[in-house]
């Protein structure tokens, strides 16, 4: 069963922008990281948030993607802007309850949500 539940899947035109929301990651988690699966393509790290909150990203997200945590909310968000059809995949939200680092690695991360679909037509 799902310990996270990711929202804010879609659709999109290329250059246009989708918000993603994670809840349920609780006050205590450290780490979190957002991954995505494209079809026929292996889960990869797109972005992830360390226990003080600096974020990280793939080369292929930076400057159009931003990572935050409301930790008061419990919930992690993923602003995606200027999408491309490149973008397209499932999105998954990942938290390590114990983390102090982040690490775009999928066997890093204990918690996982069933993931919401994005896609970007061009």
């Known amino acids: 069963q799902a310990q996270l539940e990711e929202s804010g899947g879609g659709s999109a035109q290329a250059g246009g922008s989708l918000r993603l929301s994670c809840a349920g990651s609780?006050?205590?988690?450290?780490?979190m990281a957002w991954f995505r699966q494209a079809a026929g393509k292996e889960r990869e790290g797109v972005a992830c948030?360390?226990?003080?909150?600096?974020?990280f990203y793939v080369d292929s997200v930076k400057g159009r993607f931003t990572i935050s945590r409301d930790s008061a909310k419990s919930t992690l968000y993923l602003q995606m802007n200027s999408l491309q059809p490149e973008d397209t995949g499932q999105y998954y939200c990942?938290?390590?309850?114990?983390?102090?680092?982040?690490?775009?690695?999928?066997?890093?991360?204990?918690?996982w949500g069933q993931g919401t679909q994005v896609t970007v037509s061009s």
């Open positions: 948030i360390d226990s003080v909150g600096r974020p």
């Open positions: 609780g006050s205590a988690v450290r780490s």
């Open positions: 990942a938290a390590d309850p114990d983390g102090i680092f982040c690490y775009m690695i999928p066997g890093y991360y204990s918690k």
